[in-house]
């Protein structure tokens, strides 16, 4: 209800469906890191009462008038995005994740997941593959689409050296999406007891983040670097990492400000962008690759209810690797 407090049972009228819109019954809701980000306002922008939720899964109990993509009862999921203008440049160009009213396309607004239904625009619900759990395809409509869409972005594969700096729920994603694509994949982590399981996972190396001598074994050997952490690198050891022309793209939200020594930017034509989610397109193959490739996020379900315990375990970093709630069918959402 507001910054600062826990979450609380919150009732509300359903918002009225505008033409495009369909209604869907959630099923599932995953807790994504941004979600307890967006909480505490740490953006700036959080809008209270605050209903969070944006990795949804559930099936479609209502559409809007003029709704052609979808019917009732389809069994789909949502990601962070609910809508896009369809106008500015960046949506006319088909990369609507970048639409000029971003603050407004989130699944939060006007309420998000953590709910019993929520309302989205037809383009942004995606039917899912049959056969794939509702828990696997919530993880994988945000997560999954966040780092999958740089490896297709820089058309990672067989030749590929990438390297995925963090083992958390965006890091474990992105190496079993790298190992799919046929990529040589080393792993870079602060904790030496995630190697088995990063190995499990497709990892054909797996160095510790503060292990100097390690680190100057990979010394211009990398593509590709994936930061999927909220960790302080050593941001020159990393970009010395790369080979010439290669790219190390942000995922996730670095906790300080990136230093390096630029003058290596130019001598070895290195890159250094971020990747925000991906555009529709990306995301239906991506849910393909996924089902193809039996991609399958490490989840841990927890009732609804729950949701505040699930958050504290969240944030101490206890999760391994995304939670996922599960609403009671027998009870009204929170």
């Known amino acids: 209800m507001a910054k600062g407090q826990t979450l609380e049972r919150f009732s509300y009228e359903p918002p009225k469906l505008k033409d495009h819109e369909v209604r869907v019954s959630a099923t599932h809701c995953g807790i994504c890191y941004s979600d307890l980000q967006a909480i505490d306002d740490d953006y700036g922008i959080t809008k209270y009462p605050f209903v969070p939720g944006h990795e949804i899964v559930g099936s479609v109990t209502e559409v809007g008038p003029a709704v052609t993509l979808l019917r009732e009862s389809v069994r789909v999921g949502i990601g962070w995005q609910a809508r896009s203008c369809g106008r500015c440049e960046d949506c006319l160009r088909g990369d609507d994740q970048l639409c000029k009213e971003v603050e407004d396309n989130g699944m939060w607004t006007p309420y998000g997941g953590f709910a019993s239904s929520v309302a989205v625009d037809e383009r942004f619900a995606f039917p899912l593959p049959d056969g794939m759990p509702s828990e696997d395809a919530a993880v994988l409509l945000c997560a999954g689409l966040a780092t999958y869409s740089p490896l297709r972005a820089y058309k990672a594969g067989p030749s590929t050296k990438v390297g995925v700096l963090g083992v958390g729920g965006l890091g474990h994603l992105a190496i079993q999406f790298a190992h799919a694509l046929g990529c040589e994949v080393t792993v ?146 929170v």
């Open 188 to 333: 870079l982590s602060s904790s030496p007891d995630k190697e088995e399981r990063a190995r499990a996972f497709g990892a054909d190396h797996f160095l510790l983040a503060g292990d100097t001598a390690a680190l100057k074994k990979l010394v211009r050997s990398l593509d590709l670097i994936l930061y999927t952490s909220h960790s302080v690198p050593d941001w020159t050891r990393v970009v010395n990492s790369l080979r010439n022309n290669g790219h190390l793209v942000l995922i996730g939200f670095p906790p300080t400000d990136v230093t390096f020594d630029a003058e290596e930017l130019v001598v070895h034509q290195y890159s250094i962008t971020g990747s925000f989610l991906g555009n529709r397109a990306t995301m239906r193959e991506m849910l393909s690759v996924a089902q193809a490739k039996q991609i399958k996020p490490w989840v841990e379900l927890m009732p609804m209810a729950q949701v505040n315990e699930a958050i504290q375990r969240l944030k101490e970093n206890k999760a391994r690797y995304r939670i996922v709630l599960v609403n009671e069918t027998d009870r009204e959402g």
